[in-house]
Each structure stands twice: as C-alpha cells, then as structure tokens.
C-alpha cells in the first residue's frame, strides 16, 4: 500500500489493518495541512465503523504525541496525572493535584474546558482572579518544579495533532469512537512527559457514557493502550448517578474545593473519590509500597493541610491572590441573586438525572452552548442533595446562584426535573465500582 492518503482511509474503510508507518505519515500530514479535513473526516469515520487494534490505537496514540511538543522532567520525584471522562460536580483535580504534590509527587496537570453539560477545570481556575491557565512553558516547567503542583490549561504546541482531528470529530459525528477517544486523551497525557496516569472514567446519568459495559471497554481501552506506549496507568470505574460534589458551577466548586482542603467541609463520596484516584496515583509513582500505605499518606496529606499549603503556593506561583486560602469569599465572584430550591413534595431523593443538573448550570451561564461564549463564574448550584438524602420544607433540592429572577427561576425548573421524590430509603451504590489496571 503506497502512503497516498486516500489509499491509506481506502485500507481502512475495507477492513484493512494499518501499519505504524502509514499512520505516522496520515498523522503528519494532517498536522502539516496536506491532509485535507475531507480526508481527516473521511480517516475519522472509516476508523468509527471498523475499528482500530491494540498496536494501531497505540501508533495512532504515539504519532499525535509526536505531533508537536513532547515535554521532558528531570525531577527528584515521579511525575503523576489524573485524568477524569468528565461529570457534575467533578472538583476532585483542584484538591488532587496539590494532595498528590504534598506526597512528593510532581504533578503538571493539564487540563481541559467544560464540555456538553459537564464542568472543565480550566473554567473553575478562570474564576480565580489574575490566576493564569495559559501560561508560558517555562512558567509551567517553574511552577511545577518549585510548587509541586501546576494546573493549566493545553498549549498549543502540545499534540496539535488531536487538536484539528477533534474539532474534525466533532461535526462528523465521530466523538464517540472509544479507539479515538483512546488516542485524543492519552497523546496529550503522553506529551506531557507523564511517568504514570490514573484514569477516572465516569458512568452513569451525569458521564458522558451512562452505561456502565461502554465506559468499562473505554476504561480497559485506555489502560492498554497507554501501558502500550510506554506510560504507566490504572482506571477507576467511578458513579456519576448524581452531582459528584454537592456543588456544580465554576466559583461555587473552587470554594467547594477550599473548604475540602481547609477542613470546613469533607463530604464522604467527594473525599472517597479523591483518595482512591490519589492513593493509584502514589502507587504509580512508587510513593507507597501498598494501597493502603497510600491512602494513608493522602488522608495524612489532606487532614495536616498540607494539600491546603501547595494549594495556595501554586495559586500565588501562577498569579492568584496570596491570601486566597483565608479569603476566598472576597476574591470569587458571587451572584446577585441566590434562593433555595424547593421540591414540590417531601420525601425520599430517589433518583438524580445528573445530566439535567449540569445542563441546568449552562443555561444559567456557566458552561457554553458555543465554544466562543463567555463563562459567568458566579453562576451555579450549591447544597445540590444527594441520593438517599431527605428534602422536605428545611432541606431544598438545592440553591440557585443566577445573574437574574428569571434565570433562577428557569434553573429551579430544571432542578426540579432533573430529581425524583418517594418514599422510603435509597441506596446511592459505591462512588467506586472497580479498578482496572490497579498496581496493587
């Protein structure tokens, strides 16, 4: 087969599987332009119907790595990520990263917008005043090195590759293609110049795969391939069935997050999820001998305030407020209008369609409905109540932050819609189903 691109998606689209050359050379030529997007397309859903191997995903994954920058550390200590599929109420990167850092991890996190209906980190660190998610890689590497703990947002010399590819993917509908989501995910990781990766992949109402069969396939998909080129990973298999903190929105989750760290507020499904992913983390990373040595040192790590202290170093280090940490109230954003949101019986939280709250907070304004659209960091929702948990005339489903009467009106709607009310109990299931790929 000659390396022409067409013959390259004719191979493919017929079955065919593709050598590490020709996909190098289709990877290459997308980055330089002379692939066109109609091939790029056409590569897209050729892979979407028949499939990629083990190896493939693999070359795939290493040629958009090598598509621009790949970073290189030279630390006294492991450099360790995380990466989440997406959720509500997700935060567990903003108390994560600094918890992993104060272990003796490196951890240069680099991290995403929202997207659809679940939350980006990048937007909840945009609520911090004078803070820089963009910043220069030399104030990455800085940072980095003298915190710890460093998280922003991707560069554009990091994998550019998966950046055409993907806004290729995404009006030819081929997003949700887990062989291209495999390699769009773990190039960038790759490029990062990771030594070892913890996967949370999500499931349920609120994840961008609610069954649990396709996110486990994505989770052992993602383990392989990322093993495969050469970088350490593990999953978790992690519920979404309902907002993940008790708030979703970009301002209110950043102080969610500084209560966590500062000890004024650990929400037991929160705190579960977080130690898990940073526990696998510290095992990568040979930081812990066992699973339950590494828990230890992150419950140490979080209750000592530790975390807190890298958490408010990496905030000053990339342009945040020095006293961030005690007054966090001043510096964020709040909303003019805030009132509860009542349920229109009592009883028993028996279902939560998590989606319905994240795309509730969109329509208030603090996610996009067009990626050029500004964010409200003020917006959201807060004391969102969880499986299990009674709502009666003292406890309401939640309480609105919106720009507007009619705003909150319309989120109290959406709210409202999204819960379902009965009687008797309600078992919320474990936050954590199972782990793939586990070091121990």
């Not at 119907?49 to 795939?60: D, I, K, N």
């Not at 710890?148 to 009006?171: E, F, H, M, N, S």
């Not at 486990?216 to 998909?221: I, N, T, V």
């Not at 996009?368 to 299990?388: K, S, Y």
Request: glycine content about 10%; hydrophobic content about 45%.
């Amino acid at each position: 087969m000659t390396l022409l691109p067409q013959e390259i998606i004719r191979h493919k689209r017929d079955g065919g599987r593709l050598d590490p050359e020709h996909i190098e050379h289709f990877i290459e030529g997308l980055t330089a332009g002379r692939v066109t997007e109609g091939q790029a397309a056409s590569f897209a859903m050729a892979i979407f119907f028949q499939g990629l191997s083990v190896p493939e995903r693999v070359a795939l994954t290493r040629a958009m790595m090598n598509s621009g920058t790949v970073l290189t550390w030279d630390l006294p200590g492991p450099v360790l990520d995380k990466h989440s599929t997406g959720g509500v109420g997700d935060t567990v990167s903003l108390a994560l990263g600094p918890a992993v850092a104060a272990c003796g991890g490196y951890v240069p996190m680099i991290s995403g917008r929202g997207l659809g209906h679940t939350g980006g980190t990048l937007d909840k660190f945009d609520s911090i005043p004078g803070y820089v998610t963009q910043p220069d890689i030399d104030t990455f590497r800085r940072v980095t090195r003298e915190v710890g703990c460093a998280i922003i947002g991707q560069t554009a010399d990091l994998a550019p590759a998966d950046k055409r590819l993907y806004a290729i993917r995404d009006v030819t509908a081929t997003v949700e293609s887990i062989d291209l989501i495999t390699a769009s995910i773990l190039s960038k990781k790759l490029a990062a110049g990771l030594q070892g990766l913890v996967m949370d992949v999500k499931f349920g109402s609120g994840a961008f795969m609610d069954n649990v069969d396709d996110a486990r396939k994505l989770a052992e998909s993602l383990v392989v391939v990322a093993n495969g080129a050469g970088l350490p990973t593990s999953a978790l298999l992690t519920d979404m069935n309902e907002s993940l903190a008790s708030s979703a929105g970009n301002a209110v989750e950043m102080a969610y997050a500084v209560d966590y760290l500062t000890g004024r507020r650990r929400e037991t499904r929160f705190h579960e999820v977080t130690v898990e992913l940073s526990a696998e983390m510290l095992l990568l990373g040979k930081l812990a001998a066992t699973i339950d040595d590494a828990r230890a040192k992150i419950e140490l790590a979080i209750s000592s305030g530790k975390a807190a202290e890298v958490f408010q170093r990496m905030v000053s280090a990339l342009g945040g407020p020095a006293d961030f940490l005690e007054n966090h109230k001043v510096h964020l954003q709040s909303a003019p209008v805030i009132r509860a949101i009542h349920a229109e019986r009592s009883g028993t939280v028996r279902k939560v369609a998590a989606r319905g709250i994240g795309v509730a907070v969109v329509a208030l304004g603090g996610g996009r409905t067009r990626p050029q659209d500004p964010i409200d960091h003020a917006v959201g929702l807060t004391e969102l109540a969880a499986l299990g948990e009674t709502v009666d005339a003292s406890r309401p489903l939640a309480i609105v932050h919106a720009r507007s009467e009619e705003a909150a009106d319309a989120a109290a709607r959406a709210v409202r819609a999204a819960y379902t009310i009965g009687e008797g109990k309600a078992d919320p299931g474990p936050s954590i189903l199972e782990r793939i790929g586990a070091t121990a």
